[in-house]
């Protein structure tokens, strides 16, 4: 059985930082594109952050580059999105998510987690 699950959310002020993590099992993980995406109140999903498989080039949201990294472990089967510079505007439910092809593929029939839960507030 396929689980992915994230930790690492909470609540931090402005400013701050925070690594997510996202743990998976019963998955190979090193063959499929691996992802962070996040979903606001009111606003629909939007990827924040992917890294390929074969060539480990990554995607930013123009919005979070420069503040945010994704970070892949094969070993430990486990990525990471380390978030600096934190802003309100970054205050969401992320979610990890592995299975796609490549980072521009299908998301949808991918495998996700339930979601960490990123407040940024002070």
């Known amino acids: 059985q396929v689980q992915l699950v994230e930790s690492g959310g909470g609540l931090v002020q402005p400013g701050g930082s925070l690594r997510l993590s996202c743990l998976t099992s019963g998955f190979a993980l090193g063959h499929y594109a691996i992802g962070w995406f996040r979903q606001a109140p009111g606003k629909e999903r939007e990827g924040v952050s992917c890294m390929s498989f074969g060539t480990g080039s990554t995607y930013y949201l123009d919005s979070v580059k420069g503040r945010f990294a994704i970070i892949r472990d094969t070993v430990k089967q486990a990525w990471y999105l380390e978030m600096a510079s934190l802003k309100p505007e970054d205050t969401a439910v992320y979610y990890c998510?592995?299975?796609?092809?490549?980072?521009?593929?299908?998301?949808?029939?991918?495998?996700w987690g339930p979601g960490t839960q990123v407040i940024v507030s002070s």
């Open positions: 998510a592995a299975g796609a092809s490549s980072c521009s593929g299908d998301w949808e029939n991918a495998y």
